[in-house]
């Protein structure tokens, strides 16, 4: 394959990917393009690769964890905190954006590693493994990630999603 038929076939979904990592569309677009031009500089090597999607998703996230390290995105203040759903059910689909957002700023306020742990395992469906393969670390390091990080997002998410799993059922 090509390095312009997989910029083809892949740039969407790694765009996608990155725009979890990001939470900004134009920061996503920024980094895969950076991403792409790393890979494209060493496309034989990725080409050989047994799964080069992989590979350029390992650039992704490096490119975004040495991007994170360097740059600080400054905090907007707001005149009122956001209002959050009190109920069960949402009814009214602008309830759902308004989760949607609170969910965001929460995976925003984490710190890369944990942020980028939570996009691996729930979003793109890496295994502790993989994880650790990706960000070389260990997979206790990883479960640590996760579970410092899933507690910060419960903490900041609405009661009614903090249900025990089996109320819910």
């Not at 942020?115 to 993989?130: F, N, P």
Request: glycine share 6%; with cysteine; net charge positive.
């Amino acid at each position: 394959m090509t390095f312009d038929e997989y910029v083809a076939a892949r740039a969407l979904a790694l765009t996608r990917f990155a725009y979890v990592l990001t939470g900004d569309a134009y920061l996503a677009e920024d980094l895969v393009q950076s991403a792409l031009l790393k890979a494209f500089r060493h496309w034989g090597r990725v080409a050989r690769a047994d799964s080069p999607d992989a590979y350029v998703r390992r650039i992704v996230v490096n490119t975004h964890l040495s991007w994170r390290r360097r740059l600080r995105l400054p905090e907007w203040p707001v005149a009122a905190p956001p209002d959050t759903a009190t109920g069960g059910l949402l009814d009214d689909p602008a309830d759902l954006v308004g989760e949607r957002d609170v969910l965001h700023r929460a995976l925003a306020d984490l710190p890369p590693r944990q942020r980028t742990v939570l996009v691996l395992r729930h979003y793109a469906g890496y295994d502790d493994a993989a994880i650790a393969s990706t960000l070389g670390c260990t997979e206790a390091a990883v479960r640590g990630y996760a579970s410092k990080g899933a507690a910060r997002v419960r903490a900041v998410l609405p009661t009614s999603y903090q249900e025990a799993p089996d109320a819910r059922a």
